[in-house]
């Protein structure tokens, strides 16, 4: 079943200490992005990546990191958590560019909602 | 600074009525739209996508439409179901090389039976 899969679903944590949230797609795509959801606000792109080795910043950038090392994979590092980075997280992936010229369709992963103490 | 907004924030109704979501942007210089049903605790799906030059576009019982010289979308539900009960998203790009998307903060649909 093509798919994109988030690890954890669910996680607490406390301030400062770092956490990595993984992300994984099998349907051979070139882009793959990072989202942050909160209340009230539409999703907020925070890393995206065109391809291997190649990533970008999105919107809300700071207090993330992210590489891209394999095709399907896409992993979201937190390396100092704080309570502002509460919030629900959707990886997405899409054969080519999403937004911009492109009609590509992103495929949202189920999501992680990440709370930090 | 663009932007989407979506309207009501909330919406409930009764199992096989009708209803309507609206979406104004300020994106420019507009590329594409679409709009997403998002089910409770899931991602995003992707329901339409419609170009600058699209008026209407349908998918079972939701029908999208765009205005794109006043900047309004809407998403029309026909004889709503149990299972529509979602969050609807409308997501505007920019006509750019880069990867410009902005998201509405949703409509929150409940279906009553």
């Known amino acids: 079943e093509a798919q994109v899969t988030q690890n954890p679903r669910y996680l607490i944590t406390v301030t400062g200490k770092k956490l990595t949230v993984t992300c994984s797609q099998n349907?051979?795509?070139?882009?793959m992005s990072w989202y942050r959801q909160d209340p009230g606000l539409g999703l907020r792109q925070i890393y995206y990546?065109?391809?291997?080795?190649?990533?970008d910043k999105g919107d809300v950038p700071e207090g993330y990191k992210v590489s891209r090392k394999e095709k399907r994979n896409f992993p979201l590092i937190l390396e100092s958590p704080s309570p502002n980075q509460t919030s629900l997280y959707f990886c997405?992936?899409?054969?080519?560019?999403?937004?911009?010229?492109?009609?590509?369709?992103?495929?949202f992963g189920p999501g992680t909602r990440l709370t930090v103490l | 600074k663009n932007q989407v907004e979506q309207s009501p924030q909330s919406l409930i109704i009764l199992e096989g009525k009708n209803c309507t979501l609206q979406?104004?942007?300020?994106?420019?210089?507009?590329?594409?739209l679409r709009w997403y049903k998002q089910d409770t605790g899931r991602g995003p799906v992707s329901l339409t996508i419609?170009?600058?030059?699209?008026n209407t576009k349908s998918n079972g019982r939701y029908t999208a439409t765009l205005d794109a010289d006043t900047k309004q979308s809407s998403l029309h539900i026909t004889a709503s179901q149990l299972s529509d009960s979602a969050s609807y998203i409308c997501?505007?790009?920019?006509?750019?090389?880069?990867?410009?998307?902005?998201f509405g903060s949703g409509t929150r649909l409940s279906i009553r039976p």
């Open positions: 997501v505007v790009s920019e006509y750019s090389s880069a990867s410009k998307i902005i």
């Open positions: 997405a992936s899409s054969p080519g560019l999403a937004g911009g010229f492109s009609t590509d369709t992103q495929y």
């Open positions: 979406c104004n942007y300020t994106v420019s210089p507009f590329s594409n």
């Open positions: 990546s065109m391809n291997v080795e190649v990533t």
């Open positions: 419609m170009t600058f030059s699209e």
């Open positions: 349907m051979n795509h070139e882009y």
